[in-house]
């Protein structure tokens, strides 16, 4: 059973940065494909970005991509969210999740099996 941790949301004004951390216990962590997904009020979970058990393979949502990088610390078993230019449509709470071990990344939110308590993020402008 892998536990997810997210920290490091919060409030920032528009064109800020924001890097999110995401503690893995309770698993071999660099087994697990990893992904940051969001929820804005009233919307739907969607994938921000993912990222292959060894960080070779990165993906990113149209709407991140030049802005988000994900990157993971196998050592530390910790997964990361450097955000960017962050506008209003940014505000959410994002979620990592872990996906069952040896499956490569997925950009699907039925294909992460752990989930964490997610952390809010909150843009103004």
């Known amino acids: 059973q892998v536990q997810l941790a997210e920290s490091g949301g919060g409030s920032v004004q528009a064109g800020g940065s924001l890097r999110l951390s995401c503690a893995a216990s309770g698993g071999t962590f660099s087994s697990h494909a990893m992904g940051w997904f969001r929820q804005a009020p009233g919307k739907e979970r969607e994938v921000v970005a993912a990222?292959?058990?060894?960080?070779?393979?990165?993906y990113y949502a149209d709407s991140v991509k030049g802005r988000f990088t994900i990157s993971r610390d196998n050592a530390k078993n910790t997964v990361y969210l450097q955000m960017s230019v962050l506008n209003s449509e940014d505000t959410a709470v994002y979620f990592c999740?872990?996906?069952?071990?040896?499956?490569?990344?997925?950009?699907?939110?039925?294909?992460?099996?752990?989930w964490g308590q997610g952390t809010q993020v909150t843009v103004s402008s």
């Open positions: 999740a872990a996906r069952i071990r040896y499956l490569p990344a997925s950009t699907q939110t039925s294909g992460y099996a752990y």
């Open positions: 990222i292959s058990r060894n960080g070779d393979m990165t």
